[in-house]
């Protein structure tokens, strides 16, 4: 039972324009979630996160959407830069601290 | 910025023969995690360690797996009997609370079994 869902395995966007990573769950007991970031032979890096109880968290170009009722969040990144190319994790945490990953997008930012 | 360091970076070992990888979270976390990423497939949970006792565990993380932490600063993850299957990158991780505040990961252990 996958229970964080990323059903975009990749993405190809133009610098300046807008990424958008898209995620799904099935619990709807998990507290926060979260966005990483990683590039290839690094570990995952913590980018923006965001409360079960809130719908929008903003840091910089990275904002972050959650649809409670649709089971549904999405990182948008505005605009784009080729440095932001690397993939992308959505995760879930629940109260106890267990992160559970997404499969990753792959984000493609062309110059 | 504060890092987890893991050590080694890559361990080439022989099926059947125990490895222990090695992390040094950030000094003022109190939270500890293990997690591995087979080639090609997402990062899974194996373990999270609080107080000095885990917290919980994946069904991964059966009687083959242990983790410590010896003294005050390393977290290790000991593999007694390794098998092909467990060729995968290991990632220590920790944070100070349980938040909106997300893991500090490590670089990484690449483990590969032949």
């Known amino acids: 039972d996958q229970q964080v869902k990323q059903n975009s395995p990749s993405l190809s966007v133009q610098e300046g324009r807008i990424s958008i990573l898209n995620c799904d769950y099935t619990?709807?007991?998990?507290?926060?979630f979260l966005w990483y970031k990683k590039y290839p032979a690094e570990g995952p890096t913590f980018l923006i996160s965001?409360?079960?109880?809130?719908d929008k968290n903003e840091d910089g170009r990275f904002t972050v959407f959650l649809n409670k009722s649709a089971k549904h969040l999405s990182l948008h990144i505005v605009p784009s830069q080729p440095g932001d190319s690397a993939v992308y994790f959505c995760?879930?945490?629940?109260?106890?601290?267990?992160?559970?990953f997404g499969d990753g997008t792959t984000l493609t930012v062309k110059p | 910025e504060p890092e987890v360091t893991q050590t080694p970076s890559h361990q080439v070992t022989q099926m059947g023969q125990e490895v222990i990888l090695r992390c040094v979270p950030i000094?003022?976390?109190?939270?500890f995690y293990w997690y591995r990423q087979i080639l090609g497939q997402k990062v899974e949970f194996l373990v999270s360690?609080?107080?000095?006792?885990?917290?919980?565990k994946s069904e991964i993380f059966d009687d083959q797996f242990s983790v410590e932490r010896p003294d005050g600063s390393n977290f290790t993850l000991k593999i007694r009997s390794t098998k092909l299957e467990d060729s995968a990158m290991y990632f220590c991780?920790?944070?100070?609370?349980?938040?909106?505040?997300?893991?500090?990961f490590g670089s990484g252990t690449r483990l590969t079994v032949v």
């Open positions: 991780a920790s944070r100070k609370t349980v938040s909106v505040n997300g893991y500090t």
């Open positions: 619990n709807s007991m998990f507290d926060y």
């Open positions: 965001i409360s079960s109880i809130k």
């Open positions: 995760a879930a945490d629940s109260n106890a601290g267990k992160s559970t």
């Open positions: 000094s003022n976390h109190l939270y």
């Open positions: 360690f609080y107080n000095n006792e885990i917290s919980e």
